[in-house]
């Protein structure tokens, strides 16, 4: 099975501040990784496909990139309502596989 | 707009058994496998199993293995998972979503239902 490891399980920003997540996979997925935007109570959102295809809807500060087993989430200026815990998946082979999540707290 | 929408959690002792629903209204599309993902309490996503749409191919995370059963009523859009031998480490909240086979994501989710495994 595929490992996804994501860092930092937390981070504490401001509004306004960039902030990046990191998730790697324990083997080359070329670029089959899609992140997930989960608050609490509700539905976990698709934001991010293929590494760095940006879902409809989801607003442009949000950015994927990455291929092969590094993969980045980046949130280019924090907004209220992107205080969430966000997910990196592989979608390169069943069993599908998730990252521990990061929390993105106010600061 | 697609909503999906999960029942049949519920409170069972360990070794019982569950059946979990998944509703599909606004729009179906044969393109689209499902999914089953769970979150236990504080813990991360934990995907579940898979059905292609016409239920030919399934597949299911290790631990559920031989106990969990994913099954599809295309007729219906409806979405289930039989669950037996329920442990204690099976509680957790059950998300149904679609799965699409071009890019190996899961969209749009339900809100899930908990399911409570304890004695």
């Known amino acids: 099975d595929i490992q996804m490891t994501q860092s930092p399980s937390s981070v504490s920003a401001s509004v306004g501040d960039r902030v990046t997540i990191t998730c790697r996979a324990s083997?080359?997925?070329?670029?089959?990784l899609t992140w997930y935007q989960h608050k609490p109570g509700k539905a976990p959102k698709l934001l991010i496909y293929?590494?760095?295809s940006l879902q409809s809807g989801v607003p442009s500060r949000f950015s994927g990139s990455g291929s092969g087993t590094d993969f980045t989430l980046t949130i280019s200026s924090l907004q209220p309502e992107d205080f969430a815990t966000y997910y990196c998946?592989?979608?390169?082979?069943?069993?599908?596989?998730f990252g521990g999540g990061t929390k993105v707290e106010i600061k | 707009e697609v909503q999906l929408v999960e029942s049949g959690g519920g409170l069972v002792q360990p070794g019982g058994s569950l059946r979990l629903s998944c509703g599909a209204s606004g729009f179906t599309s044969s393109r689209y496998w499902m999914t089953w993902v769970r979150q236990a309490p504080g813990k991360g996503l934990e995907w579940v199993a898979n059905?292609?749409?016409?239920?030919?191919?399934?597949y299911y995370v290790d631990s559920v293995k031989g106990r969990f059963t994913i099954s599809s009523d295309n007729a219906r859009s409806s979405l289930y998972l039989q669950m037996n031998s329920l442990r204690v480490e099976d509680a957790a909240v059950y998300y149904c979503a679609w799965y699409s086979s071009s890019c190996g994501c899961l969209d749009p989710w339900g809100q899930g239902t908990l399911v409570t495994v304890s004695s």
């Open positions: 059905i292609k749409q016409d239920g030919s191919e399934k």
């Open positions: 293929a590494a760095s």
């Open positions: 083997q080359g997925i070329s670029s089959s």
């Open positions: 998946q592989q979608a390169n082979s069943f069993p599908l596989t």
